[in-house]
């Protein structure tokens, strides 16, 4: 059985890589984020692709050396090689590939939305299946049943944008710099929930100061769907934005906020009432949002649930929770066969 992996993900515009021990136990964690997209306003898959190139291998060294592993050390070589953008992961599968076949090493490919659920193992070693788990993440917004590590059942998605990219696209109608979502949550924090929208019963108490009444923030209700869709609250803040030019930018930020919350909650509620079950787990980049993980914990307080939520830095892009994701499969299937492509999209089940 691997022991020691070193892992690698490179699946958007984080260069990442880590040293984890099975089962999930960090040795060094390197990330380095490209803070070159920001003159663009989003990701330039090009820019990301070269920047991987020109960091893969220091940012492999550094993780290397805070472990006090060697190369020659590692057990096994983990790299994400779906979903993402495929210029992006054919920097590090390739890199992985190689440094597995030169050090005679197994290397596992691994699913980035199953590391961003292995990421709640690196918070919770004790978290044991079955849960039901939310990936929220700016290219993902997942509402999964966890029957065992490594086996799932997709209970919704998102039907347009993920609730990342909503959070990133309002960011920008606000004049906010790229990555946007953190910008929004800070200037919301001195913004009030003003513009009223609809929230569905279950959430209404875990939301203040909201109004049931019709307005352009909607929250979409779908009664008999898990699936999410944030493409209408994202272009009710641009057509707010265009008829309230002096609207204040921090209560449009609250709002927004809240609402698509609210919309989490709702799916959330939801699938608990559905599935019965009392642990839930929440993870991908938007989970390091604050406003989200206070109304998770008066969810888990109010339903008396077990919530596992990872820190914030294990909730964004880092190839620790690939390795931990990598360990587990290597455990379970053995080594993934070097002719495993990079695909843009693959579904998790």
Known sequence: MAAVCLAIETSCDETAAAVVRYPAEVLSSVVSSQYVHAQYGGVVPELAARAHMELLVPIVRQALADAGVPAAGVDLVCVTHTPGLLGALLTGLPFAKALAFGLNKPFVGVHHIEGHLFAVRLEHPDASPPFLAAVLSGGHTELLLVRDWCSYEELGSTLDDALGEAFDKSAKLLGLPYPGGAALEQLARSGRPTIPFPVSAPTRESVPNVSSAHSPFPIPH???????????LKTAVLYYLRDHP??????????????????????????????????????GGVAANGFLRERLADLAVRRSLRLLIPRPGYCTDNAAMIGAAGLERFRRFGPSPFGLPATARTPLH
């Open 222 to 232: 779908y009664p008999t769907s898990l699936d999410f869709s944030f493409s209408g």
């Open 246 to 283: 002096d609207a204040d930018r921090a209560d449009v930020a609250a709002s927004f906020q809240t609402a698509a919350v609210a919309s989490v909650l709702n799916r959330l509620n939801q699938a608990i009432d559905r599935t019965g079950f009392s642990t839930v787990a929440v993870s």
